[in-house]
């Protein structure tokens, strides 16, 4: 598959001009499953002048035209849906089922976006001067990049390409080098929608020769990325030179926040799922569980009993509740938060290692720890992987103090069936997102991001296609 697409340049396939390639692996194996080819200095340089030739045709297209090949773009997906989902499984890791929902969800930005694009509305200020009028328009922003995560690589690319392709921008997507066949996928689709050449570009390959070009290019004016905070802030400094708009989906470190009043079965029959989904390699899930001290015990034993008895395998197998990591170095990861779990007194109540007997792949252990103290790696850090550290609290005011200690403002959850402290909640939890009683923050019609060290802009909703468009003022007297 990845010798048939490549790089995608100018509406073409291609390969690399010098011929480098670079491996894909099978976190479930191990084992290579393909070698892409990667993007030289000059591949990028030309993915740049691509972008900025279909600029040209895309901007001056009318929005509804766009909006129809948007629609058009979602049909295709929609057809290849099940060729997608096998290729996002053997790449992420991730069950068919949940590969499946990921495709989904891209499909619905793309129906989402395609609608929005018929409605950019400007407005008409009366002016001071006589016979005068200001007009304030919208318009696309530009050349835009964006650079995905490898724990959802389809739904991420499709968060970014939608609104910009709806604002009238062009695009060049850098995709992690992880997962490079999910994004020649949906690639693939925009071409067989019929979207003009040069208006989406992908480059494939290491940070040396993908990420330089295209950050110190004048011609590219928006940067949005999806990643982890120390990217993120290297990447706002190096934006600085050209003074490229910047949209930054990072880190989380999520607090869930379970009061007394609750259901507890109905509760941890939701928590735990999402906990595990994709291995824990959410930003938005939830890390450190906060549990009234009067459900805190039968809480963690439910949650071990159902970490206990998840189904791990290979995510082509229909059985699978939970696949592997993406790599070795997140299961070095999940090891070293377990092993000081243990120095800071924590019990570890589920999981703490890799499964007995799985000799193949990155996998590890639905993990549940209590009797943790708040500056353990469990609570105090995102972990990115199967891991939920769970603790008692006493008062309202001493676990929205908690929750709010973190760096990170990405997500929070708060389950209770009181209707006056859903609304404290909500006012006194800082983070860009707070789902009460559901995890569902992730959808296209809702805006999805963060604050504080968790980024800044939004994606989804009528939110996001602004972070693709300048505002222009007109000052217009007859």
Not at 198 to 213: D, K, Q
Not at 359 to 368: A, H, I, L, S, W
Not at 387 to 400: C, G, L, N, Q
Not at 442 to 466: N, T
Request: aromatic content about 6%; some cysteine.
């Amino acid at each position: 598959m990845y010798d048939k697409f490549g790089l995608f340049i100018n509406g073409e396939w291609r390969g690399r001009s010098d011929g480098g390639t670079l491996a894909v692996t099978d976190p479930a194996t191990g084992e290579v499953i393909g070698n892409t080819p990667t993007a030289s200095g000059a591949d990028v340089e030309a993915a740049i002048a691509a972008a900025e030739n279909g600029l040209k045709i895309w901007r001056a297209t009318p929005a509804w035209t766009r909006a129809d090949s948007l629609h058009a773009v979602a049909s295709v997906m929609q057809n290849r849906a099940e060729e997608v989902a096998r290729c996002l499984t053997l790449e992420t890791g991730k069950p068919l089922a949940q590969a499946r929902r990921e495709w989904a969800l891209s499909i619905d930005q793309f129906r989402w976006y395609a609608e929005e694009a018929r409605r950019i509305h400007g407005r008409i200020v009366e002016s001071r001067a006589p016979g005068g009028r200001l007009e304030v328009s919208h318009e696309p922003v530009g050349v835009v990049a964006a650079f995905t995560a490898w724990n959802f690589p389809a739904v991420l690319i499709a968060r970014k390409v939608a609104p910009a392709l709806a604002a009238g921008c062009s695009v060049i997507i850098r995709p992690s080098r992880e997962v490079p066949g999910t994004a020649m996928l949906l690639v693939d689709c925009l071409r067989q929608a019929g979207v003009p050449a040069g208006v989406v570009n992908l480059v494939i390959g290491p940070t040396s020769t993908t990420y330089e070009p295209i950050m110190a290019s004048p011609a590219v004016r928006k940067v949005s990325l999806t990643g982890s905070t120390a990217v993120g802030q290297q990447m706002i400094r190096d934006s600085a030179r050209t003074l490229k708009r910047v949209t930054m989906e990072l880190g989380g470190n999520a607090p869930v926040i379970v009061f007394d009043d609750v259901n507890l079965d109905s509760v941890l029959d939701i928590c735990a799922p999402v906990k595990f989904a994709n291995a824990g390699q959410v930003c938005v899930t939830g890390d450190r569980f906060y549990v009234h001290e009067s459900l805190h015990d039968k809480f963690v034993a439910g949650f071990a009993a159902r970490a206990k008895s998840l189904k791990l395998g290979h995510g082509l197998d229909e059985s699978s509740q939970m696949g592997p990591l993406i790599n070795q170095r997140r299961v070095d990861a999940m090891e070293a938060i377990v092993a000081d779990a243990r120095e800071h007194g924590g019990k570890i109540e589920a999981g703490g290692g890799r499964p007995a007997g799985q000799n193949k792949g990155f996998f590890f252990e639905p993990t549940v720890i209590s009797g943790l103290p708040d500056n353990a790696l469990a609570l105090a850090e995102e972990n990115f992987g199967p891991i939920a550290a769970i603790t008692p609290f006493a008062s309202t005011e001493d676990v929205y103090a908690r929750a709010n200690s973190s760096d990170y403002g990405l997500s929070a959850y708060v389950f209770t069936r009181n209707p006056s402290r859903i609304r404290e909640a909500t006012a006194r939890i800082e983070a860009g997102m707070v789902g009460v009683n559901s995890f569902a923050l992730a959808a296209a019609e809702a805006p999805f991001g963060g604050i504080k060290s968790s980024g800044m802009g939004r994606e989804g909703g009528s939110e996001g296609i602004h972070d693709y468009m300048n505002v222009k003022l007109s000052q217009i007297t007859l």
